[in-house]
Nanobody, 122 residues
Framework: QVQLQESGPGLVKPSQTLSLTCTVS??????????WSWIRQPPGKGLEWMGA???????YYRPSLKSRTSIFRDTSKNQFTLQLTSVTPEDTAVYYC??????????????WGQGTQVTVSS
């Protein structure tokens, strides 16, 4: 059973960098051919795929967020991390990590973390 757990600060100030880590257990983030994604859901809105890091280490980003987003991994800890720079209140959302089969929104049938609330506010 694969499990994912998000961790990071719940409150970030505007203009700062949001950093969240997803710790994976029950499976390796280097296993072919899985992609490890970050997804968010702002209040009252739908899910938004932000980006992914593949089993190979290649990264993929949503075009509208590409300039502010980085995803990297620590294979020794079986973790992958999201960094989002220059945040604004519009980045307030529940952030999820999940496993999928491509650089796109993972299926609801695949493995997801429980989500973590991040609020951007001074």
């Amino acid at each position: 059973q694969v499990q994912l757990q998000e961790s990071g600060p719940g409150l970030v100030k505007p203009s700062q960098t949001l950093s969240l880590t997803c710790t994976v257990s029950g499976g390796s983030i280097t296993t072919k051919y899985y992609y490890w994604s970050w997804i968010r859901q702002p209040p009252g809105k739908g899910l938004e795929w932000m980006g992914a890091i593949a089993y190979s280490g290649n990264t993929y980003y949503r075009p509208s967020l590409k300039s502010r987003t980085s995803i990297f991994r620590d294979t020794s800890k079986n973790q992958f991390t999201l960094q989002l720079t220059s945040v604004t209140p519009e980045d307030t959302a529940v952030y999820y990590c999940a496993r999928g089969m491509g650089a796109t929104m993972p299926s609801s049938d695949d493995y997801w973390g429980q989500g973590t609330q991040v609020t951007v506010s001074s």
